[in-house]
């Protein structure tokens, strides 16, 4: 083995790209609204095996789903602010029960929300409201549907169904996450590989991958066939090949950890195995004094790292050491997080299922049902009718290895994962005299409105 070697091995993600529907009756077959399966523009196969990607959406998919996505109000263009009523939404996907026919596009898309900033029980109406930014959509080039301002993803109606059914599940287990890691069986071939080696060059990368083969993906929290799944998996996707210079940065300025290393001409590295991972981060909640009006507030995404080493054996092993460009990097995607998830939407779609999973946990853990005295059948799962699709479980990925030489070493790297714990921020929030809700009169007579 090398002396002077560093081997980090990666573990890469991807997700699918297919078209799908929004499920109302006892079986998918009856589901009648086609929408995109687009997240991070990469694909799962039947297997649940992570292949190649797909960049762009088939024009005539495309043209078909924006058809179908026509607003259909003039009124769901760009809103300062805009409510959106529980009890008119769950109302809505029960008429749509009820008649067998579509399910409306401000439904499926959340009436155009693109964060949501304020959580309203309303005890007096018997209904619970959300409230936030929002705008008209498109369908983009990569299949994403996206606000026709900000290009930035919508809340979507299918990943509120799993906040809201998986809030319990999220309590009692450890929370919501994402982890992709080698198997016994491979850690136990490269450690064999590694302890052969007397000599290292480039074209060993793809030794390596072959030597470790397949990685699993374990996610815990919510379903493995639902869409929140797939973002969790598209976004640790992303960070690992950015962070690994596997793909370049769409942003100006952001190098990843092996340019900074070869930037600096260093083997500082050493034997360490950086491992990144992404989580909430939400200021506390405020609250008003009557509990009614809650506003969540804060980023909500920051990205943190800690030291692995490998050893001899191939296995990997916390370190108490720090690495100071391992952390800069992590820094660097805390700070430009908003300019980031701009130009690249799959981080905006993680922050939309962490906004999405808080407002589930604040809900349940503050009792807003039972104080409004509302129930949400269509929406918490007491309805079985009214099911999610089903998207391919990712299962295993190829391992992928990066590297860049100093004048010191080779370098190889990877590792990362997601954690949503949605209950620690539900349980942080603090009393704001001064916080009241917006306006909360209808302006129309639908289940959402704007108020400016």
Request: glycine share 8%; with cysteine; charged share 20%.
């Amino acid at each position: 083995m090398l002396a002077r070697s560093s081997w980090l091995l990666t573990k890469l993600t991807a997700l699918c790209i297919a078209i799908g529907v929004v499920a109302l009756g006892s079986t998918r077959a009856e589901a009648q609204f086609i929408f995109p399966r687009t997240i991070g523009g990469v694909q799962v196969n039947a297997d649940g095996v992570l292949t190649g990607e797909m960049a762009r959406l088939p024009q005539d998919i495309k043209l078909q789903l924006s058809t179908g996505l026509k607003a259909v109000d003039q009124d769901i263009q760009t809103a300062g602010l805009r409510m959106v009523s529980l009890k008119g939404l769950n109302k809505a996907l029960q008429t749509a029960l009820d008649n067998g026919t579509t399910v409306p596009a401000d439904v499926q898309y959340l009436a155009g929300l693109q964060r949501i900033e304020y959580i309203i029980c309303r005890p007096e109406d018997n209904d619970i409201l959300l409230a936030g930014p929002a705008e008209g959509w498109k369908v983009s080039e990569s299949g994403n549907v996206v606000g026709v301002k900000s290009g930035a993803p919508v809340l979507k109606l299918e990943d509120l169904l799993v906040a809201l059914r998986s809030a319990n599940a999220a309590r009692e287990g450890q929370g919501i996450s994402v982890s992709i890691d080698p198997t016994e069986e491979g850690v136990q071939r490269y450690g064999q590989f590694v302890s052969k080696l007397t000599g290292f060059n480039p074209g060993l990368a793809k030794e390596v991958e072959s030597v470790m083969g397949e990685q699993r993906i374990s996610l815990t929290g919510v379903p493995t066939d639902s869409r929140y799944a797939q973002i969790l998996v598209a976004a640790d996707y992303k960070m690992k090949r950015l962070s690994m210079g596997l793909e370049p940065a769409p942003i100006r300025n952001f190098p990843s950890i092996l340019e900074m290393a070869q930037r600096k001409d260093t083997s500082s590295l050493g034997q360490m195995a950086p491992r990144f991972w992404m989580e909430c981060h939400y200021d506390p909640i405020a609250r008003s004094e009557d509990g009614n009006v809650w506003q969540i507030r804060g980023q909500g995404v920051k990205t943190l790292t800690e030291e692995q080493t490998v050893n001899r054996e191939g296995g990997f092993e916390k370190s108490e050491k720090s690495n100071k460009m391992a952390e800069q990097w992590a820094k660097n995607m805390t700070e430009r997080f908003e300019e980031l998830s701009a130009a690249e939407p799959v981080f905006r779609e993680l922050r939309n299922v962490m906004d999405l999973s808080v407002v589930a946990a604040l809900i349940a853990k503050e009792g807003l049902l039972e104080k409004a005295n509302l129930s949400l059948a269509n929406l918490d799962g007491s309805n079985t009718k009214v099911s999610t699709p089903a998207w391919e479980t990712p299962k295993l990925v190829p391992t992928s290895c990066s590297f860049v030489q100093t004048s010191k070493s080779w370098i190889i790297t990877a590792s990362g994962g997601i954690q949503v714990d949605s209950w620690a921020v539900a349980s942080r929030s603090e009393v704001v005299a001064s916080l009241t809700a917006p306006s909360t009169t209808p302006t129309a007579a639908r289940w959402w409105w704007n108020v400016n």
